[in-house]
């Protein structure tokens, strides 16, 4: 049978991958860390024993999370991603011209090294002239930074363990005070499959602080259910009216044009959680 990897997902459903090899373990200060060479879907990035990218299918999660509140925004100068230190998610920011600053805050520097180290074709824009890692709690760095942003991404980690304070009403009032007058952020907000009672209370709480908010979905295989959805608040702009969309020079796998406007249209049983 050989060496298999095993998430358990729910406590009733899980997702095994067949394993060539083990590139590093580890404990960090505030997790367990794991770099899997997998047959099915290359490296694979494992904090405590959960999933959290792999060579073959990141690119959607990536995309998604980055593109739709970037070019929802007119013109995106500074913006930052609170986790997300694998990498991507700065990869595909700075792909927009715009940006002048992208900015990192990631509370585990093993994380951000470990990626650099066997994730290259995902971490490559950490060392970008116009990208800055900062290792510090993000839920600290929001709170002192006020009217800073255009654009704010939350790429964290499951809502437990040390990504659990990110997903709070308080948070997301940090993140609203954090934006510029016309600001927009995202955070990813787990499977419609699993968590639909989670998304309705994370809807619930950005919609209370944000004039304008909206889910959207798009598919991720490694991911609990394969469908996962994103949330989105934004202060001025809807991004289902986004214009002047042109990924050309993108080298996109997953976003586009169609893809934006389609990722909002809710199946109807997703859609049940926002009422």
């Known amino acids: 049978m050989g060496l298999w990897f095993t998430e358990e997902q729910t406590k009733d459903l ?11 373990v580890e404990k960090s200060e505030y997790q367990d860390i ?6 099915e879907f290359g490296r694979m990035l494992v904090l405590d024993g959960a999933i959290q990218t792999t060579i073959k299918d ?31 998610t700065i990869r595909e920011i700075l792909k927009h011209k715009s940006v002048e600053k992208a900015t990192l805050v990631d509370i585990d520097k093993r994380v951000v090294e470990v990626a650099k180290q066997y994730l290259p074709e995902i971490s490559v824009a950490l060392n970008d002239s116009r990208a800055e890692v900062r290792i510090e709690d993000g839920i600290e760095f929001v709170k002192s930074h006020r009217d800073e942003f255009d654009v704010i991404m939350v790429d964290s980690t499951d ?9 709070v009403k308080e948070f997301y009032q940090s993140i609203y005070d954090a934006l510029k007058e016309d ?28 004039p304008i908010a909206k889910v959207f979905l798009c598919n991720v295989p ?35 044009e169609k893809v934006h406007k389609a990722a909002f249209a809710l199946p109807p049983f997703a859609k049940k959680y926002l009422e």
């Open 159 to 167: 809502p437990v363990g040390p990504a659990v304070g990110l997903f």
């Open 222 to 256: 490694t991911y609990p259910g394969g469908l996962w959805c994103f949330t989105l608040g934004s202060k001025k702009y809807d991004p289902e009216k986004a214009q002047g969309i042109d990924t050309k020079g993108f080298d996109c796998k997953y976003y586009s």
């Open 34 to 39: 794991a770099l899997l060479e997998t047959n």
């Open 183 to 210: 600001g927009i952020f995202v955070a990813q907000t787990e499977s419609p499959f699993y968590n639909g009672k989670f998304i309705a209370s994370v809807y619930r709480d950005v919609r209370t602080v944000f």
């Open 58 to 88: 990141e690119f959607v999660y990536h995309e998604m999370i980055s593109h739709i509140p970037l070019f929802t925004h007119p013109n995106p100068k500074r913006v930052a991603v609170i986790g997300g230190g694998d990498g991507g």
């Open 14 to 24: 899980n997702i095994s991958c067949r394993v060539k090899e083990t590139l590093h």
